[in-house]
T-cell receptor
Framework: GAGVSQSPSNKVTEKGKDVELRCDPI?????LYWYRQRLGQGLEFLIY????????KSGLPSDRFSAERTGESVSTLTIQRTQQEDSAVYLC????????????FGSGTQLSVL | GIQVEQSPPDLILQEGANSTLRCNFS?????LQWFHQNPWGQLINLFY???GTKQNGRLSATTVATERYSLLYISSSQTTDSGVYFC????????????FGKGTRLHILP
């Protein structure tokens, strides 16, 4: 596609439910990142996929968070048993290379946990 | 891990003024990028500048990698320049992740 696509753009869920967020990177981009941005805050690194290498999961805040990526295409970020503190914008970005690559962002998913 | 510090945290200027935003980082980097996040939340890549100087219209950026800092200059600012400016770096290790600073919030008054 022309840009990084994220869905849904907004998600409202009840505390304790599971949610799945989707990211469709730019075609041909080998690197894919997930970040979390709380209201008025900076970008918090969550997870990084680079080609077929093992993902860097060092930013995932708890074992309720997980992410998968099939090859060099779509990625899903799953949050189990959501908590109110999970409310944030979840941003996905892709890059043509994990090293020395310019980063392109999607529009994000606004997650609200009631 | 690498530390990325941006200053000032907040800046309020009158339309037409010039500004300089700074990004300091604590380790050698392969990659440094500046982003603008507009009031609707969209992040736009302004510069990919691991070293040297680049210019794009009223914006320019300089990275001095040996001294571990980068500067973003905005000249003749306009209200559309308002938003948050982020610096992001990739440390000099294979496949290291890209880490963001906390940003500078810029508000341009008409």
């Amino acid at each position: 596609g022309a840009g990084v696509s994220q869905s849904p753009s907004n998600k409202v869920t009840e505390k304790g439910k599971d949610v799945e967020l989707r990211c469709d990177p730019i075609s041909g981009h080998t690197a894919l990142y997930w970040y979390r941005q709380r209201l008025g805050q900076g970008l918090e690194f969550l997870i990084y996929f680079q080609g077929n290498s093992a993902p860097d999961k060092s930013g995932l805040p708890s074992d309720r968070f997980s992410a998968e990526r099939t090859g060099e295409s779509v990625s899903t970020l799953t949050i189990q048993r959501t908590q109110q503190e999970d409310s944030a914008v979840y941003l996905c970005a892709s890059s043509p290379s994990g090293l020395l690559g310019k980063l392109f962002f999607g529009s994000g998913t606004q997650l609200s946990v009631l | 891990g690498i530390q990325v510090e941006q200053s000032p945290p907040d800046l309020i200027l009158q339309e037409g003024a010039n500004s300089t935003l700074r990004c300091n980082f604590s380790d050698s980097v392969n990659n440094l990028q500046w982003f603008h996040q507009n009031p609707w939340g969209q992040l736009i890549n302004l510069f990919y500048i691991p070293s040297g100087t680049k210019q794009n219209g009223r914006l320019s950026a300089t990275t001095v990698a040996t001294e571990r800092y980068s500067l973003l200059y905005i000249s003749s600012s306009q209200t559309t320049d308002s938003g948050v400016y982020f610096c992001a770096v990739e440390r000099k290790l294979r496949d290291d992740k890209i880490i963001f600073g906390k940003g500078t919030r810029l508000h341009i008054l008409p």
